[in-house]
């Protein structure tokens, strides 16, 4: 049997490490918002023959100036324009240059983001995930409530919020990184990443929980805390680990072979899932014993 709990120290101090990074980062370089967050206008052009190069197209409309410009190749001969500006005399000006240009294309359409929708919608964004989270910790609060020795259900609850708020902060600060050095933007389709690995996350902290119930519940009271979270994590741990491999498989295979348009969506989930599982095993379940640990010591 591997004693996982006697790694606590390292995890705490690698988590630790690479949260505090994370948030330098958020706070430092924030995240690079898409149209979707900031406003704009999304412009999708169809070419008949060969769609031409993000290099010549930024050439082609660098007179304009446009702020936040991103150009994305989509399928049928298709490219996707986004851009801060509202305004439709722009708007008209950059489909007349490359029309102009490239006379065979065709505008097939062209979607305005009004900035004040957009700040609601980012308000909203951050709103559903607080009471997500703060749902979740409610939920295994109470599924736990028939638990409590030697430790409280609501620490429960606890511990899986805190291995959440680690798994979404190390995401986030990755798309910090990825925003200020390769101009990755994050949108709508991120957030929904996030709702995804709450939820993965705390159904991989859930099993490990729930051995640990069972294990307390069948073991003497005799038996030290700490051993029997040991034992449950080392009963659930290859259970826990294959079922992350198989997801990630399919998002490596999503993330390489997907398309532009959900390649952003996948890197999200691969990083929070990855550290999803590692936060199950090595955070969630330690917090449990680092919390028993020190009511016990305070007692003596």
């Not at 630790?16 to 412009?43: E, H, N, P, Q």
């Not at 925003?179 to 690995?197: D, K, N, P, Q």
């Not at 890197?267 to 199950?280: C, E, K, P, Q, R």
């Amino acid at each position: 049997m591997i004693n996982i709990i006697s790694k606590t120290k390292y995890a705490y101090i690698f988590s630790g490490i690479l949260t505090i990074l994370c948030v330098l980062s958020l706070a430092v370089w924030g995240l690079k918002y898409d149209i979707d967050f900031t406003g704009g206008t999304r412009m999708v052009i169809k070419f008949a023959n060969e769609v031409p190069s993000k290099d010549q197209t930024v050439e082609l409309l660098k007179d304009f100036n446009l702020s936040g410009l991103t150009l994305q190749n989509s399928e049928n001969n298709s490219l996707i324009l986004r851009y801060a500006s509202e305004d439709d005399k722009t708007n008209i000006d950059v489909w007349q240059a490359i029309n102009a240009k490239y006379a065979d294309a065709t505008q097939a359409s062209v979607d305005f983001f009004n900035s004040s929708i957009s700040g609601e919608l980012k308000s909203k964004s951050i709103s559903a995930l607080v009471l997500a989270i703060l749902a979740i910790m409610a939920y295994i609060a109470w599924a736990f409530r028939k638990v409590s020795r030697p430790v409280e259900s609501w620490k429960y609850g606890a511990g899986a919020v805190i291995a959440l708020a680690h798994d979404i902060i190390i995401t986030t600060g990755v798309f910090s990184v990825l925003g200020h050095f390769y101009g990755v933007e994050v949108g709508i389709s991120f957030i929904a990443a996030l709702l995804t690995i709450l939820g993965f996350s705390v159904h991989d902290t859930i099993v490990v929980y729930d051995r640990t119930r069972e294990n307390l519940l069948r073991s003497s009271a005799k038996v030290p805390f700490p051993e029997v979270v040991n034992q449950s994590l080392n009963e659930t741990l290859v259970r826990s680990i294959n079922t992350s491999l198989t997801v990630i498989i399919t998002l490596l295979a999503i993330y390489f072979f997907g398309g532009a348009a959900i390649k952003y969506f996948a890197l999200a989930l691969l990083v929070g899932i990855g550290f999803g599982t590692y936060s199950s095993i090595f955070i969630a379940t330690a917090l449990l014993v680092t919390s028993y640990e020190l009511t016990i010591k305070y007692k003596k």
